[in-house]
Each structure stands twice: as C-alpha cells, then as structure tokens.
C-alpha cells in the first residue's frame, strides 16, 4: 500500500487528473470518429469532462458481448455490463494515448468483422 501511495504522491494527483481527463477525450474522439459508429454504440457517460472520470460506458445496439469478447481475445482489457454495455477505462497510471488508439483500432476491427 505504501508504494503505491507513493507512486501517485510522484506522479501527482494533478498530473494524473489531467491525463486522465486527455486520455478519455482523446477515446471519445476516436469512438466518435469510428464510421457510422451510431450504428453499433451510443456512448453513455456523461460528455462533460468535469462531471466524469476515467472511463466511457458504451452501449452496444447489436451483438455486444460478441464484441466484448472478440476486444478481450484481441487484448483489450474491458468491462462487461448488462445488458449491453461495454466499459472502457484508460487509467492514467499506466495507459498511453497509443494504448487508446490501438484500443479503437481493434474495436473497428471487430466491428467490421
């Protein structure tokens, strides 16, 4: 417990909170983005910045936990809500924004599929 308190103690709480509020920006913009992505998801957190943390709640409008899996099988370390929603949380520790974008390549891709 100790070295994690000073990890964030290093890193900075202030630091964090704005990569954070970036990183999850940074993957509603690719998300919205995605062509014709209002066909397969809405995305369900709140849009302001201020009012959310890090992490974006999309809602799947047809073969959602398909999609989950498929993300999960491809790497992507996501959360599986019912009935139909998909969570996604780029942590600021230790994500990257190319870790955001590989994430929405691979969910492309999967939607594609």
Partial sequence: HLTSLQIFEEA??????????LLTGFLEYLLKSTENYTEY????????????GCQLSI????N?????TSLTKGGVIADWREPAVIRI????????FE???KMVETLKTVLNA
């Fill in 12 to 21: 900075g709480i202030k630091t964090l909170r704005k990569k954070s509020m």
């Fill in 41 to 52: 998801f809405t995305i369900i957190t709140n849009s302001n910045v201020e009012e959310r």
């Fill in 59 to 62: 809602l799947m409008k047809r």
């Fill in 64 to 68: 959602g936990k398909k999609a989950f």
């Fill in 89 to 96: 949380a780029p942590v600021p520790l230790y994500n990257s």
């Fill in 99 to 101: 870790d955001v974008f």
